[in-house]
């Protein structure tokens, strides 16, 4: 891809701190037309640089999924598997539940057919980095066979939909997480 011009540059640094704004006010449906005009820009201009929505929630949420990502990474090596996956699945659903559109972008993702899926989307993304951290704890016996990575993050997203709008969404959605980890049912043993 070919650099852009200084014009285009600054358009695009303005357009992409009006998103973040507008999109932590109003949520991943923010109209693209009030971000242009906020920003001073068109709405041609706009979408040159974000020719569609998921390309724009792409460019809002792309630190903090390659943070999560790392993180993964980082933990991929820990031998507690189980306690890795955990942290991992804790931070995604922090992080889902208290960025506003974050797991409305997630979801749309998630639900997406496989064949307009794209690699670069958040989904993906985390798909990619989590699915290391769920094999090793299928492989050591902390996670039931058959369990995949789309699955918890499915459920994640589902906490951090649920829990939007709670006083505390970060804590309902880490109690919820640990409910969902633990089961419903006790223990017989």
Known sequence: MPALRADAQRNYARLLTV???EIAAHGADASLEQIARAAGVGSATARRHFP??????EAVFRERVETLCA???ELTGRADTRAALLEWLSAVTTSASTIRGLAVALNRDLAADADAAQGSCASAQLTEAGDPLVRRAVQDG???PGVAITDLLTLVTGIALATEHHPNPAAEADRLLGLTVAGVSPRHG
């Open 52 to 57: 569609s929505r998921r390309a724009l929630l």
């Open 19 to 21: 998103a973040v704004a």
């Open 71 to 73: 993180l993964a990474r």
């Open 142 to 144: 902390a996670v039931a």
